[in-house]
Each structure stands twice: as C-alpha cells, then as structure tokens.
C-alpha cells in the first residue's frame, strides 16, 4: 500500500522522474511539482476543458487523471507548443485571428485543436466545433478560434 | 509617411503569452513560502452560526490559521463600494450560500482542505428570502439587520432603494393600444473561465494585495481605508484577468486574505473553485411589469414601467446597476411620458454585482418585448414599429439629457439588409429584431504616463486591467500612431499601483474613450516636446511644425518623430515622458451623477427555427449591428460583439442558478449550470460596425463591449413568437421552457 | 482530494486479490472520469484504489471481433468505439451513444465498462447494450461469470458485482443483417450535457420492435412491442400511440431533477421514440439491402 510514487514520464520532450502523492492530478502535478503552469484549473469536473494535455497524444482533462496514470507516459502541455523558439503555426493562427480573448481556455483549446489536427488534416466545420466542444470559452471568442483553427489545417496541408 | 496604426487589427499585445501559457493570472504566480486559504462554508442560504469549533483543524499539520469572525478586530470590519455592508466573515448568521463563517491558511494545499473539512460549525437553517415575492412578503425575514440602516425609512423592510425617474404625465396620456404584461430574468452568474483569486503579503509597514480584480485602484482606496493605511502602503497587483464581465469589478474575499496575511506574517493565497465563484457574484435577476401605450400609427405614447430588481445578501455594487440601468429603460426612443418605478430589494441570495450589460439587458427584455406586442396587435412590422420611435442623433431619450449620439436608424437598417428582414422568412423560421442602448460612464479619471525611449520605442503606462477586451492593444495602436513606433517597440504596463497611475476603472465600456483620450494627451505632451527639440536643433520657431501621428513636419519636408528625438537626446541618451489626464467631472445634481458620456447602441436579428415537439430553437443566422464611432480594432470590435453576442444567447436559452427551498444553489459548478459551447453557436454570426467617426474617444470611437448582449434575449424571443405565434415572458427559452409554453398555448387555443 | 492508497496489479489475479482483500474499501479505476469527479466531491471515500491500466490480460484487448460476438475489453474507450469501423457498421446505436458521453477529453478516457458499473440510470451506452443483448462478463475470486447487462444493471449506482469482482469484458452478439438499431437522447443544450431521457429503439426483420430507455426511473428499462405495429410506420397513428403508451410506461422520472421536469420526460420519452423508431426501420432496410 503506497500513497506515494515514484513515476517516470516524458513532460513536453523532457524526461523526468518525479515522487507523487497518489491522490493528486497531473494538472496539480504539473503545476504545482513542475511549475507548468500553462495548463488551467477551472471546473475540476471535465467539463470546461481549461486543463487538456495531450497523453501520448490524446487529448484529456488533467484535473480528472491522477499523476500516477501518466507513469511512463509522454504528456504535451501547451509550454511545448512552440519549437526552439518558434510558434506553432497553430498558435500564430491563433494571434492572426485575435482568437485569444481573456485567454484563460486558451491553452486548453490549442491543445484541444492539436490533437484535432494531428488526426484529421482538413477538419470539417462541423469536426472543428465538436473537438472544441469539451472546451468552454466564457469570452465566447469561438468564431475567432474555429478561424484560427481552420487557417492552421490550410497551412498543414499546404 | 502613415504611421496609422488604427483601424487595423494587429496581434493582441499579450498574445503571445496567451498562446504560450506564459501568461501569468493569478493563480500562477510564483510565491516564497505562501499559504494555501480555504473557506468554510455551510449548506444552506441563511443559517445562524451555533459555534465553531476549531480544534480538529488546528491539529493538522501544516495548519497556520484557523480564523472566524471572533478572531477578527470586534466590531467586524464592514466594506463595500456602496455601503459598507459586507463584513470580512459572516457575523452570528450567514446571509447567502456560501458565505465563509470561517477561513483555513496552511503550508500545503492538501492540509488546507483537509483543515477546512475539519472545522466544525454548528448551524441552525433560519427562513430566508431567496424569491422577490418572499422578499416582499408582510413578514418576510431581514436580509440587513435595521440597525445597519439608520435613519433609512425603508429600513424595516428588505427594499434597499426605490427610484422613480419620470418625464411627461403617463397618467392622463391617451393612447390608443395599451400593452400590459409581466417579464422575469433569472439568477444568472458570470462563469469567467478563471475562478476569483487573491494573495496578500505584509509588504514593508504596509500590505500588498493581488487580485483578479478589474478596479485595482478602487481597491487600493477601500483596503486603505479599511486598514487604515497610507495609500501609499498598500500595493495593488491585478494581474489580467482571466475573463471579468463585470463579476470581478469589486473587491469580494480581498480584506479577508489580506487579514489572514497579517495575523501569520505571510503570503497567503485564496484561487477560489468554480462551485465559489458562484457564490463570489451574480448577474442582478429582475421582475417587471411594463405598461406601454401606442398611437395607431404605432409611436410610443407612453411607457410605464414597474421593476423589481434582487440583489443579493449584500449589495456590492447592484443598487447602482439598477439605478443607471433604469434611467434608460425605456430605450433609444423618443417618448414624451414615461415613468420607470424601480425597487432593488435585497435576498438571501449571491451578491449579484456588474454584468456586462449592467441591469440593461433585464428590462430591454421586457420593454422590447411589450414593444413587439404593441406592433402585432397593431399590425405594424416590428422593425418599422422601432423606426418611427427611434431618436437619431441630436434627439433626446432623456430629457435635457445627452442626446443620441450616432444615426440609430442607419445602425436598424443595417441590421435590417444583413438579416434579409425584406426578404420572406423561409418556411418554418422565425425572424426577430429588437435594439437596446445602455449609457456609458457618467464619470471618469484617468491618467496616463508616456515614455517615448531614446530609440524611438515606446513604454505606456495605463491602469486599465485587460480582462479580455484588448485594452492594452487599443493604447499601444494610439501610441504607436502618434508616436510614430512600429507595435512592436511598444509596450503596456499596468497591474500595479505603485508604479502606474492612477485610472478609476474598467467598466462601462470606458476604457477606449476615458484611458484612450489620456493616453492621446500623454502623446501630444510629448509631440509638444518633440517640437521644441524639432525648433532648436533645427532652429525653426516652433510655431512653423507641426508633429502629429509620428511625424515632424518641417518647413523643409516630414521627418520621423524618432530622428528628432535621436538627435535630441544626443550622448546621453535619456526620454521624453508625457502625461495625460482624461476626466469626467460628477455633475452632483444629476441622478447618475453625471451625464453619460456616449450611448452604446445595438441592433440585433436572428432567425432561428424551433422544434416544436422538443422546444429546441436553432439560430440560423444572427446579425449584431453596432454604432462603433470607429473601430480601433476592428478584429477585437468583432471579438467583442460577437462574444457578448454569445453570451447573451447564454443567457436567452439556457442559463439560470437554481435555488432549493433553504437558499442552497443546486446547480453550481460546471455540470448543471450550461453556458453555450462550440456546438450551441448560432449557424451563421454576422457583426456589423457603423462608423460615423462620431464618438468622444480617439479618432472618434465609443466604447463598444457590451452592445452585442443588450438585446439578443429580445430578438430571440420575438423570433420564437415569429416562428411559432406563442409569446413567452420569462427567461431562459430552454428547450423544456418552449415546449411547455408552446403545449400550454395550443392546449388553451383547443378550448 | 483526501488521501487514499494506489494499487495498478499486473494481473487480473492480483486485482481479484486486492478487491477481496479491501472490500468495500476499494474502488476500480479504469478511465476515471467519474471515479475522480466522486473523490474530489467526496461522494466516495475509498481506502484503495485499484489501476486496472497494468492488467496484462487488459492489454491489446480492446475491440474485438469473435465472429457472432463482439467483444469489448475492459478498458475500450468511449472513442475507440465510437470511431470503431466494426462498431460503426454492426452496432450504430451504440457507436452513437459512445460519441454523446461528455467532450472528446472525456471519451478519450471514459471505458464502456466504467459507463456500465457506474450505474447511473442516465448512462448513454446502457440502452443500445440493452437492445443488442449485451453480456457483461464478470471475472471474481471463483473465475468468471457471464450475466446479461438486463440483469447486471441492478439500480441506481448499484450492479451485480460482488466482493473481489471486477467487470473483465462486455461481449455484445453481432446483430442480424436485418436489424435496425438507433439512439437519441433529450439534453439541455446540444454541446455535451448529460441525458434527461435516453432512448435506443429497434426493428428486427419479423417487425419486433424493442425499446430501451433511461433516465426516467432508478435504472434503464428494456421492452419489446411483437405486435408489428411500431415497425409499420403506415399504421393506425392512435393504435401505435396506444402501444407506445404501454411500453413506456414503467418511467416514473423523479420530481427532484434540476434536469428536467416529469412530464417534459415522459413527452421527451414519447418524441425520441418515434424518431428513433424511424431512424431504426431506415437503417433496418440499409442493412438487408
């Protein structure tokens, strides 16, 4: 019986090994163990999606997976995002189409649209707002994200 | 040599934080040593507070605080921005859901919960008043205890304040259609996606505070005064927030963190959950009664209003939504009689506070509603109905008040041509169409400070907290166009006040035209220094340049602000600094006490289709037009109109708290509270700026972030009754609401 | 969230064991996407939890196809069913059931196995498993057994699992090639939102019709209509009501839902059926062409 563990996994390309209480999310883990704080606590219940990381790349809400699951796991947070400096054409979609409001939702919908993207090239109207439906955005800049979204998949496949 | 940089959309300053998650709210903010706070609470509205017993708590390890009221200077402090009615922890009874009786402060976040599990409150549920009607009743218990109120001849009753604002005899007016009927609008709370957060940390002698605050210098001014500090030793640090909407304009948990941050000699920090933020602040729920009389040609005789507005168990700020709101009730129109009766009356209910929109949205709902009425029974098209009543500009709403300030009808009939209102409704669809207005800030300070860098690049500082509307973008494109410095070299600071200046707040769509126009003046301050440079090094008396918008013009040609300055400055390099103060003076006979300084005015149209057998509507397209002076920005000008928009649909179909019978919010958090998702848009959105270049602000503009939810529920609701003959009057149109409304109707027309 | 212990045994046995071991105390957690929601509000309080994601028996097996029975393995996810070709051609109703549970992020986590033993009576995949004839199959310290979902879904939040079992898998027969199936729920807004009604109906090629429907009583319920008359859609309008009427009738949806009302319910009940009726014969008629 343990309420502790010790867990490898692979945070945004980097390894790290890191002793958890079980009883705590990789959202807590992330942020208050790593410092990762881009990644957003807002419901705690998996509804607004403010807190999605990409788990061996599928997207989930961190506040509702224990730390401990992610033993040996490969989790993207929107700090890994951007490469060597550079912006993610997602994210330059994102500043192009002023689809950051208060910004909040905003990590959580970029990872959101990644793992939308990263399966589905050119997504539909219809595909975009159902993969950005586990993500609430009080601002309600939705048009400007779906904008965003649909001009990162032309630049994809361009 | 254009050095225009508004009326164009470039990337959000702060963007580039907000893609990367380096964007710092509050919540994630690194701190040496901080506590975890966590409030203790009771499950139920009104309760008395038999004791508390604290031992069990105070045995965990890692607990630092266990405080409650008794711990607390005696008498408990009291605050608020209009009566100081609040006190830092509830006092013998908790007044609504939620209420902390008690706070936790600990090493760990996990030893502040469990501590906080472990405080042990006895508790007596007591009747409460959580529905008008039960606030009104003959014997209905007091939300504020009589003593609190001396002097105040309602005292003895749970009406906090009863304002009429009158023009015209309504009684002796004759028309010919009168339209009497009754409208509600539901508990509705604010939901920013980042929960309410605060820190406080002794600072030197005095204290520094962070909040997710949008007023952080009112703020500042309240913790002096409550801690009777020096201005100057209290420190604020607002941080911008992750979606406001009004819910966090004033300060709510800030004096109890930064009183459990003196008693441990700490940093302590209270993020609050989403289940507490709808605790923390609520839209204000109204009920109404309007009486509208009509000539039969369809011009507004008369409109008589009866609002009935609940605020909560304190009124933050909601005694001021109702007044300002109701000064405009009865909308952009011309009407010579009108009498507007509204009462705020307090409930054991969430504080309600600002919501964008500031009680206006409520009463449109009714007024527009009664003014479709008036134009079916008549039988005069709903938008003609509104053109014949509208005033245009240089016409008076109010009498001997600011008069309409944009061409209201050109902003319909744009409205009219996006949504095709000419064109035949395709088979099965309904169409709507309603306009609001709401008055702007009625007064207003703010300062800005300007440093145009030895380089050319630029620094801005200005107060306004940017919660989402793109304050910092606007100022930086002024900057950038008077100074002549790429978007790029400038940037904004704010969120401190001990090294920005001061600027009243953030509401009210101010923020464009009040810190717009200082920062304007910040720059000119400084062209008037760059011309005197321009004079000496070039020895041309300065009456012969002329610099505006980046540019030096000299008898000899145009040459960049930054090369005079370059010069200038020669080797020891240094700056030019400007300061501008924008003001709007209190007019202390006026009842706002000032006249508002521009009208955000809206024009929305939807056309949607209703399921009849299940009650769900589907927008088709929905149309927001809106009177923008100029748009600065015009992505951000989209962003907010179709945002409010949304959130206005928000409210329309399916937002309201639910309350059990002793006061307990039954649906908080994100689970049974609905808000619209990717999925519940409209199917086609359209915004629509009018630019007549006739507004206060710079080059022109108005405040535009609040227009695009005046009047959706209004629209909606007319287009519901459009596409199915069945008027509904209470809000949210959820699906379960429309299909009864529609069997109830069908079942009384078979009798 | 208050403390509990963690255990992730490598296989089934030693779940088996731990489960026996811990009793009440312990909890399973595969998706956790409501395990975790009822650890952080306190509405559970175990002593251990039990990974089953290091199962070695669990892994790789997630949809398969036995020929007459498809097999779903205790940890196949909402998503991997909803988009699963085998699914999507042989069991739509379920594969539309498994893509209305909560977001993406959800489904991505959510097991068909968890919906199941949660219990909830508004679970979305327990009506379509009620119409294709679900088998849960249940694995304990005396191996395993097999019982039909029908008689697994015991009440609200209960099921037919006793001290040290666990469901292993849930195995569903491979429909008739003339078999209409289709699933509709009522929810408050069309973004995700948890079910006030769910209904699944479906049509076989004799015109027996079944209908399963929940959130309207303590648990789903499964009818079955051999009169021919909901499979018709050319019969008398009232005499189909009237049947309708019959077989719905054991909902008796609570008067204290925030969710919706009893008698927006029971008409929702109503509604959903005969749409789904009609999707069903559809897709019955796509199937035998």
Partial sequence: MTQRLTIDLTVNGRPRQLDVAVHHTLLEVLRDDIGLTGTKECCVVGECGACTVLVDGHSVNSCLMLAVEADGADVRTVEGLARDGELDPLQEAFLDNSAAQCGFCIPGQLMSATALLDQIDDPSDEQIQEALAGNLCRCAGYEQIFAAVRQAARERSA | MSTMKVGLSPHRVGGYERVTGAQEYLADIPFTDVLYAKLVTI???????????????????????????????????????????RPVLAVGETKFHGEPVAAVAADSKD???????????????????????????????????????????????????????????????????????????????????????????????GIAIWSTIQHPYLLQRMMAELLDLPLAKVRVYAPDPGGGFGGKQNMKLEPLVAMMALQTGRPVRL???????????????????????????????????????????????????????????????????????????????????????????????????????????????????????????????????????????ETVRAAMDAIGWDTPTPAGRGRGIAVGIKASATTGLSYSTVRLLADGSVLVFAGTSDMGQGARTIFAQIAATELGAPMDAVNVVSGDTSVVPYDQQTSASRSTVFMGNAIMRACRDIQAQVRAMAATAESVPESQIVVDRGVVSLPGGDVPIVDIVRAGLGKLGGEIIGNGMYRKEVQPEHPLGGSPAFY???????????????????????????????????????????????????HTLMEHMILDESGRIRNLGAIDYRIPTSMDLPLHMESVAIENGDGPGPYGSKGVSEGGLLSVQSAVGSAVADATGVVIRQLPLTPEHVWRSIRDARASQDQ | MRRFDYERPGTLAGVIALLADAGAGARILAGGTDLVVGLRDESIQPAVVVDLKWVAEFAGETIVDHGDVIRFGALATMSQIEHSELVLGELPALAEAARVVGSVQIRNRATLAGNVCNGSPAADTTPPQLIYGATVVVAGPDGERRVPIDEFIVGPKRVDLQPG????????????????AAYLRSVRRRGTDLASVTMCAAVDEDGTALLAYGSVGPRPFLVRDDSGLLADPGADPDHRAAVLDELLSQATPSPRSIRASPDYRLAMLRVLAMRALRTALDRRSGRAA
């Fill in chain 2, 111 to 205: 030893a502040a919960e469990e501590a906080a599990r472990l405080v042990k409150v006895e508790y007596e549920v007591l009747p409460g008043v959580y529905t008008v009607a039960q606030a009104l009743a003959p014997d209905a218990p007091l939300v504020r205890e009589p003593e609190l109120r001396p002097g105040d001849e309602l005292a003895g009753s749970n009406v906090l304040t009863r304002r009429v604002f009158e023009w015209g005899d309504v009684d002796t007016a004759q028309a010919d259609l009168v339209i009497d009927e009754s409208y509600s609008f539901p508990m509705i709370t604010h939901f920013a996606i980042e929960p309410h957060a605060f820190a406080a940390a002794p600072d030197d002698d």
């Fill in chain 2, 43 to 85: 499950p139920c509205g009104r309760g008395r507070i038999i004791s508390i017993d604290k031992s069990a708590a105070l045995a965990v390890p890692g607990v630092r605080l266990v405080l409650s009221a008794a711990d607390l200077p005696q008498p408990v402090a009291r605050f608020g921005p209009q009566y100081r009615d």
């Fill in chain 3, 165 to 180: 079992e666990l469901v292993s898998a849930i195995e569903i027969p491979r429909p008739p090639p003339s078999f209409g």
């Fill in chain 2, 600 to 650: 955000e005015f809206n024009c929305t149209a939807v056309e949607l289709s209703v399921d009849e057998e299940t009650g769900h509507i589907t927008i088709h397209k929905h149309v927001i037009v809106g009177d923008t002076g100029k748009s600065l920005n015009p992505a951000q000008v989209a962003g907010q109109d179709e945002g409010a928009a949304i959130q206005g649909l928000g």
């Fill in chain 2, 271 to 409: 993020v609050l959950t989403l289940d507490e933020s709808f605790q923390a602040s609520r839209r204000v729920s109204a009920e109404f009664r309007v009486r509208s009389g009509f000539d039969r040609d369809g011009h507004i005789i008369f409109q008589d209003i009866r609002s009935d507005y609940m605020l909560g168990a304190y009124a933050d700020i909601a005694e001021r939504v109702v007044t300002k709101s109701q000064y405009t009730a009865a909308g952009p129109y011309k009407v010579p009689n009108v009498r507007i009766t509204a009462r705020s009356i307090l409930s054991n209910t969430t504080p309600a506070c600002a919501f964008r929109g500031f009680g206006t949205p409520q009463v449109n709902w009714a007024v527009e509603s009664n003014i479709d009425a008036g134009a079916r029974a008549l039988g005069i098209d709903r938008a003609e109905i509104r053109l014949r009543n509208l005033a245009t500009r240089g016409e008076e709403v109010v009498p001997d008040d600011t008069p309409a300030d944009g061409l209201w009808p």
